[in-house]
């Protein structure tokens, strides 16, 4: 169950990274031709097309850190077997210089792993928030141009009031 499970994560894993890179790719082609775009809204897209593209590759490393992690289950599994086997007799040896440096092997690329998927969800924050802030902006903005244009028109309807006293 646990091979079948690793192995659907993976699957999950590359086909979301692949799909993102292919969107961005798209997107990033898109902002080549299109020369009329407003600078803001440039470097706004530009910016969530290279975060994607990251965070599509910590996802592809991922991925293969979980792939790997297969060869690593099979000495730690014994590692296991062999200390409960020890704890049954009720013998407590000290572990080897080998299996103090697997346990740390181990702890290590797990901790790698963490980081990682930590680094994923990290730059999915910061793109979270990016949205959100370039979203207000433009709100405001629209919000601006909206008063401005209700200015203009009160102040022509005024004008025309006037005149026509």
């Known amino acids: 169950m646990q091979i079948v499970l690793g192995v659907a994560f993976i699957v999950i894993l590359l086909a ?11 997107a990033r082609r898109t902002l080549r031709t299109s020369p009329d775009l407003d600078p803001e809204e440039r470097r706004y897209l530009q910016g969530q097309v290279w975060r994607r593209l990251i965070c599509s590759g910590l996802m592809v490393l991922l991925a293969g850190m979980l ?27 000290p572990p080897t210089p080998e299996q103090e440096q697997f346990v740390t092997l181990y702890s290590a690329y797990w901790v790698a792993f963490l980081l990682v998927l930590l680094a994923v969800v990290m730059l999915a924050g910061v793109d979270f928030f990016a949205i959100r ?12 141009d909206r008063r401005a244009m209700l200015e203009g028109e009160l102040a022509r309807l005024r004008s025309q009031r006037n005149g026509h006293n």
């Open 67 to 93: 792939a790997t992690s297969f060869y690593l289950e099979g000495p730690a599994s014994q590692l296991v077997r062999e200390g409960e086997a020890n704890r049954e007799r009720g013998e407590r040896l």
């Open 133 to 144: 802030n370039y979203g207000m902006r433009q709100l405001r903005r629209i919000r601006a």
């Open 16 to 26: 979301m990274a692949g799909y993102f890179v292919w969107q961005q790719l798209q």
